[in-house]
Structures are given as structure tokens and as C-alpha cells.
């Protein structure tokens, strides 16, 4: 009987530390949940608000702060893959808010820049300019931002996603 006892005292004690656990991942589910809706709820507004996707208004706002980018300097600042900002410019060219300039004797090279469209929309937008998610990242403390990111990788890993390439990509195709 004593062993029965000392069975159940034994698996009490096993399934607490598992009830623990299995709050935490549940409210870090939540928790992801909560931040991909909050960024896909700001992009819509952004949308509705100035007819461009948040993640359009964001190179609008990097061109207008750094005129005559490339759009590998583009794609570099928006940690976006450089054929995923060359789309999107094409966009953002269709729509008049942005035009390419080829100057100097390397006219390979295209600068990109504003037009006068494109910097009325921006006068007109909803802030944070370059994104919720990147806003609020940038006011999270170092030592949490180191911490969110070290816990990101494992959690990368251990989805085997390693996908590098996906990191390059907005969060949905209407951002582009």
C-alpha cells in the first residue's frame, strides 16, 4: 500500500511540472497569435488608411528619409529579399509614388526616389512608418531582444524551419 502511495505521490509530482510547462507553451502560442494578428491588423488599416500595404508605406518612408537608394540597399534595410523589393517597387512605380533613375557613367545601377505622389501619401500616413512589428521591436530592451531572439532560434530549429530564404519574405503576399 505504501508503494501505491508513493506511486501516486510520484506521478502527482511528474504531471505538475508538465501542467507548467503546458501553460507556458500554451500562452506563448497565444502570445504569437496575438503579435501575428496585431502586425496583419495594423496592415490592413495601413491599407485602408493610404492604399498602400504596410510594408509598401515602410520603402515609401525609407526612400523619402534616404533618397536615391539601390534597391539592394533597400532590401538590406527591410531585411527582404532583394527580388521581393524589386516586385514591390514595380508596385510602388505602377502607382506613380515611386520612380528608378539610372545616373553616372554605371548605368546599371538604378537609384530609386520618391515621386511628388509618393511624398504627399507619405505626409498623409498612419505612423509607424516602417511597421508595428519592427516599432515595437526596436522599444523592447536589449537584453529581452537578445532573449527573444536566442528563444526564436531554438524554436526555428526545432521546427526544423530553417528556411532562410523565408525570413526574407513579408508576413503576407499583400505586403508586397
Do not use: F, K, W, Y
Given at each position: 500500500m505504501n508503494q501505491d502511495k508513493i506511486g501516486m505521490e510520484n506521478s502527482s509530482a511528474l504531471s505538475e511540472p508538465e501542467s507548467v510547462r503546458a501553460t507556458q507553451v500554451r500562452s506563448v502560442l497565444q502570445n504569437l497569435r496575438r503579435v501575428f494578428r496585431s502586425i496583419q491588423a495594423h496592415s490592413r488599416w495601413v491599407e485602408k488608411q493610404c492604399g498602400v500595404s504596410s510594408a509598401q508605406l515602410w520603402a515609401i518612408w525609407?526612400?523619402?528619409?534616404?533618397?536615391?537608394l539601390r534597391?539592394?540597399?533597400?532590401?538590406?534595410?527591410m531585411s527582404i529579399h532583394q527580388s521581393t523589393a524589386s516586385n514591390m517597387l514595380d508596385k510602388l512605380e505602377d502607382k506613380g509614388l515611386v520612380r528608378r533613375e539610372r545616373r553616372g557613367p554605371d548605368q546599371r545601377v538604378v537609384h530609386l526616389y520618391l515621386t511628388d505622389e509618393g511624398t504627399r501619401l507619405l505626409a498623409n500616413a498612419p505612423r509607424p512608418a516602417q511597421g508595428a512589428l519592427t516599432h515595437a521591436l526596436q522599444q523592447v530592451s536589449d537584453e529581452a531582444l537578445a532573449?527573444?531572439?536566442?528563444g526564436l532560434e531554438q524554436l526555428i530549429r526545432s521546427m526544423d524551419a530553417d528556411e532562410?530564404?523565408?525570413?526574407?519574405?513579408?508576413?503576407?503576399?499583400?505586403?508586397?
Open positions: 525609407e526612400l523619402s528619409t534616404q533618397p536615391g534597391v539592394s540597399d533597400l532590401s538590406i534595410i532573449q527573444l531572439d536566442t532562410n530564404e523565408a525570413g526574407l519574405e513579408p508576413l503576407t503576399g499583400r505586403d508586397l
